[in-house]
């Protein structure tokens, strides 16, 4: 029995949590926030990334990617929401993996080692479908393919077959673009129902990787903050009330880490239980970033309300993830069918 | 990522397996069938059965041959732990002992107490109490007064331990007593195993709110036990206690995760025969606590890792006691939920509700022995997050 993360893994941890604590820290994020009209896509990040191979770790070795699996990628979701860290990684990442799973030997020559590479930015657009106006895609602005359905299956839409429209949105650790698409885009002829089962299964998964960082960081943060303000002559972080709730949370992040890493590999290794895996990851790790950072504002008291400090980052980027590929409402109801439909053996 | 077992792992699952089925009645596993016992006639059957099953090599799982234990691995232990569940098999008449008591007098015991405490114990021929509350020292156990004079050899022990289980039933007990005359707190006490057969100790039955009595009260009235009989150093017996706890609070995650996911299903069993399992807010609170009992397991795999990896959980063990106690707990109070208006009712439609209400009750227990979740919760705050005392 080996359930946790191995060397090897917690090194590429270590690896962009270092390269964002020493290049890309909040400051840095508080750059991209309060340039709500830039495109949020800083290029000294992206290419840090692209040289530490982040944008490959799923693509093949035959394709200049690293050839890695679901797990390491939740490891480098975990860290990105951590740093609550803006940038196209993701829709990269899926767009990449949808060619994966369902693209032509052609496409998949000429996209994925473009994607591996960051030459190209990806983007997977989580709703509506081609012809017509696709909401919300995570930097769909500066996309160069974006996978989109079409039909009952998925199709590739490049930027010159689309045009996009910024979307305002107060988590701005993110940018989001709605796209206007004219044609059907051009088919992933592999794009079974279950292959675009597992695309919005690996999707959800790093979501929820990304949330149990935010979770994790923001219990931390408000740990050491609490841990040396000082009221009524002695720390606030000695009062039970706070302790309390905070020992819950701690409890829930942990919960929350151990579900996301293990959807991960239910999802790679194709477990018999792995829709229900990640149902529960998601449904953790949105509900627990959600009373983590939470949590964050209120036990930092007045100055975890200003614009100032930085947990709104964290709060906000909690609430915009927690949303996608189905809130925590909808992965219950997606447990309670896998539950309580199903008669056990 | 390795999820598996090794094949001698799981050779021991399958050997274990056809044991169990061979040897546990049908009857045995219906829903009702322990309720239905009198609590001295379900002892005493379990108690022979789980003799039975010591004989055969199937106790002491991960302990040293040469103190009667199978000299299996973690992983085996886990396995038996799942399997045991599973199979229905009895619930341990030996609770204390066997998940307290032995691996700490396996980590500090003296050779002779490995010796005469732990095959007597998988035999059942030695049923071990615990004796730490009493009426005025609880999740405050440092303020036990329970005093032990020397005598010779001896101490003579006087004083009061409450909410004892098994206390009617129990041969030996495990206590904590003040061995150190004037001293207070966490200094002077010292972990005496006392025997409980003499005159000098009454143990008195004491019903729980679900009717049964399976706890009870302790006196001692200058009882006696040899000052050798002591677990860890005289006058040091809060850090022997300290240990203890925390295998009480790591207590086997998949056997409850085994069990718990069981009742999950028994109370989505009477959800569907009431016609409750389609409403959604029923459906969202029962995912709710699905979602938890999966959390478990994966925590209970977490746990096993770290133990297979040599390394010591310390106050993680606080973590383990809440995530388990509180999910069981949020399991039964869904079980309310899915009777609505007739949630007391014995019966609806010929279901027999009784053995659902008997864990119901239950659940409420957990989250107060073993130290309460007000207690786990100050421990993980202050060791495990660092915050100030
Ligand atoms: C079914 C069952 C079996 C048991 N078996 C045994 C046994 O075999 N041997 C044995 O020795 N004991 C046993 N106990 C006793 C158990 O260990 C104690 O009940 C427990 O430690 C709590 O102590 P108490 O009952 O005195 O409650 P108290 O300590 O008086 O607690 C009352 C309330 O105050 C809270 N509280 C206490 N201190 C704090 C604090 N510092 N911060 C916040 N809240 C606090 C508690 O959480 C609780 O809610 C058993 C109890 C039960 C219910």
Same mark, same amino acid.
């Given at each position: 029995m080996f359930f946790a993360l191995t060397d090897d893994q917690r090194e590429f941890d270590a690896a962009?949590?270092?390269?964002?604590?020493? &290049?890309?820290?909040?400051?840095?994020? &508080?750059? #991209?926030?309060?340039?709500?009209?830039g495109d949020g896509h800083p290029a000294s990040l992206w290419k840090a990334a692209a040289e530490q191979g982040w944008p490959a770790v799923l693509v093949p070795e035959e394709h200049e990617g690293l050839g890695l699996g679901l797990v390491e990628a939740q490891v480098i979701a975990r860290a990105l929401g951590a740093g609550?860290?803006?940038?196209?990684? %993701?829709?990269? #990442?899926?767009? @990449?993996?949808?060619? &994966?799973?369902? *693209? +032509?030997?052609?496409?998949?020559? $000429?996209?994925?080692? %473009?994607?591996a590479s960051g030459e190209a930015v990806g983007a997977l657009a989580p709703r509506g479908s081609a012809p017509g106006t696709l909401p919300a895609v995570e930097y769909g602005a500066v996309a160069d393919v974006v996978v989109v359905r079409s039909g009952e299956g998925l199709a590739l839409v490049e930027a010159s077959a689309f045009s996009a429209t910024p979307q305002g949105s107060y988590d701005g650790t993110a940018r989001l673009a709605s796209l206007a698409v004219d044609g059907t885009g051009e088919a992933l002829p592999g794009a079974t129902a279950e292959i675009v089962a597992e695309l919005t299964?690996? @999707?959800?998964?790093?979501? $929820? $990787?990304?949330?149990? *960082?935010?979770?994790?960081?923001?219990? +931390?943060?408000? #740990?050491?903050?609490?841990? /040396?303000?000082?009221?009524?002559?002695v720390p606030v972080g000695s009062f039970q009330a706070i302790k309390h709730a905070l020992a819950d949370l701690h409890v829930g992040v942990t919960m929350a880490e151990h579900a996301a890493l293990y959807a991960a590999h239910a999802v790679d290794a194709g477990l018999p239980d792995a829709a229900l895996a990640v149902a529960v990851a998601k449904a953790k790790a949105g509900d627990v970033a959600l009373d983590a950072t939470a949590a964050m504002i209120q036990y930092?008291?007045?100055?975890?309300?200003?614009?100032?400090?930085?947990?709104?980052?964290?709060?906000?980027?909690?609430?915009?993830l927690a *949303?996608?590929?189905?809130?925590s409402d909808a992965q219950r109801a997606r447990i309670a069918e896998l539950t309580i439909d199903t008669v056990p053996a | 990522m390795d999820l598996t077992y090794t094949e001698a792992e799981e050779e021991f699952r399958s050997e274990l397996r056809s044991w169990l089925s061979a040897n546990i009645p049908d009857e045995w596993t219906r829903p009702g069938f322990w309720e239905s016992l009198d609590d001295d006639e379900s002892f005493r059957l379990r108690r022979d059965w789980e003799r039975d099953k010591a004989l055969a090599g199937f106790a002491g799982i991960q302990w040293p041959t040469e103190y009667g234990g199978r000299g299996g691995t973690p992983g085996m232990k886990a396995i038996y732990d799942e399997e045991t569940v599973r199979a229905h098999a009895p619930r341990t008449v030996n609770p204390l002992g066997l998940t307290f008591l032995a691996p700490t007098v396996m980590a500090i015991g003296t050779e002779a107490q490995k010796k005469e405490i732990i095959g007597p114990m998988l035999r059942n021929e030695v049923i071990w109490c615990q004796g730490f509350s009493e009426p005025g020292a609880g999740s405050d156990l440092a303020a036990l007064t329970t005093k032990g004079v020397r005598d010779g050899?001896? !101490? =003579?022990?006087?004083?009061?331990?409450?909410?004892?289980?098994? @206390? =009617?039933?129990?041969?030996?007990i495990f206590t904590m007593v003040r061995t150190e005359p004037g001293s207070s707190k966490h200094r002077g006490i010292s972990m005496l195993l006392i025997d409980m057969h003499q005159p000098g100790v009454d143990a008195r039955p004491l019903k729980q709110m679900s009717g049964? +009595?399976? !706890?009870?009260? =302790?006196?001692?009235?200058?009882? %006696?036990?040899?000052? &050798?009989?002591?677990?860890?150093?005289?006058?040091?017996?809060?850090?022997? @206690?300290?240990?203890?706890? +925390? !295998?009480?609070?790591?207590a086997s995650g998949i056997a409850q995760?085994?069990?718990? %996911?069981?009742?999950?299903?028994?109370?989505?069993?009477?959800?569907? $025969?009431? *016609?409750?399992?389609? /409403?959604?807010?029923?459906?969202?609170?029962?995912?709710?606590?699905?979602?938890?009992?999966?959390?478990?397991?994966?925590h209970a795999m977490h746990v096993l890792t770290q133990v297979e990896q040599g390394r010591d959980l310390g106050f993680e063990a606080s973590m383990t006691k809440l995530q388990w106690s509180e999910a069981f707990q949020d399991l039964w109070e869904v079980f309310d939920d899915v009777l609505g208006e007739d949630a007391t009712l014995d019966s609806i439609d010929g279901i027999d509700l009784r053995p659902l209400h008997a864990q119901a009750m239950w659940s409420r227990s957990v989250t107060i022995w073993g130290g309460s979740s007000q207690v786990q919760r100050n421990i993980t705050a202050e060791r495990v997050l660092g915050l100030p005392r």
């Open positions: 962009v949590r270092g390269y964002l604590a020493e &290049r890309f820290d909040l400051e840095a994020v &508080r750059g #991209v926030v309060e340039d709500p009209a609550v860290a803006p940038g196209p990684w %993701r829709g990269t #990442v899926l767009a @990449a993996e949808a060619i &994966r799973l369902a *693209g +032509s030997p052609e496409q998949q020559a $000429a996209w994925l080692p %473009r994607l299964a690996r @999707a959800t998964v790093l979501v $929820a $990787a990304d949330l149990v *960082g935010i979770a994790r960081e923001a219990l +931390s943060r408000t #740990v050491a903050y609490d841990r /040396d303000r000082q009221q009524f002559g930092h008291g007045g100055i975890g309300y200003t614009w100032e400090h930085e947990a709104h980052f964290f709060y906000k980027r909690a609430k915009r *949303g996608q590929f189905g809130d | 050899d001896d !101490f =003579v022990v006087n004083g009061q331990k409450v909410w004892t289980t098994n @206390a =009617v039933h129990g041969d030996k049964a +009595s399976e !706890f009870g009260e =302790v006196f001692f009235d200058d009882a %006696r036990v040899p000052a &050798r009989d002591c677990l860890g150093e005289i006058g040091d017996g809060w850090r022997t @206690a300290m240990l203890l706890l +925390s !295998f009480e609070r790591g995760y085994t069990e718990f %996911r069981r009742q999950y299903d028994q109370i989505v069993e009477v959800a569907r $025969a009431l *016609g409750r399992d389609k /409403d959604p807010v029923m459906r969202g609170t029962l995912a709710r606590v699905l979602t938890e009992l999966e959390c478990l397991r994966l």
